[in-house]
């Protein structure tokens, strides 16, 4: 597996910060269609359970880019 962010070559905090924001956004997205595939395979436990994954992404996602926002 590759690594997902790769934060010690980047130089400031706000590039930090926009670095992990795509990367989480990237993770979202995946995790999206995963969560597709389970919902269609009727796999209704799971696809709840990557739900709550996909909320709490989300929720880290508004909270990094709340802080990028007040830089």
């Avoid at 269609?33 to 269609?40: F, G, Q, S, T, V």
């Amino acid at each position: 597996m590759r690594k997902i962010v790769n934060i010690n070559t980047t130089s400031t905090k706000e590039e930090q910060l926009k670095d992990l924001i795509t990367s989480i956004q990237q993770v979202k997205d995946s995790l999206v269609n995963i969560l597709d595939e389970y919902e269609e395979d009727g796999e209704v436990d799971k696809a709840d359970t990557l739900t709550e994954a996909l909320d709490a992404l989300e929720d880290v996602y508004d909270v990094v880019n709340d802080v990028l926002l007040d830089d």
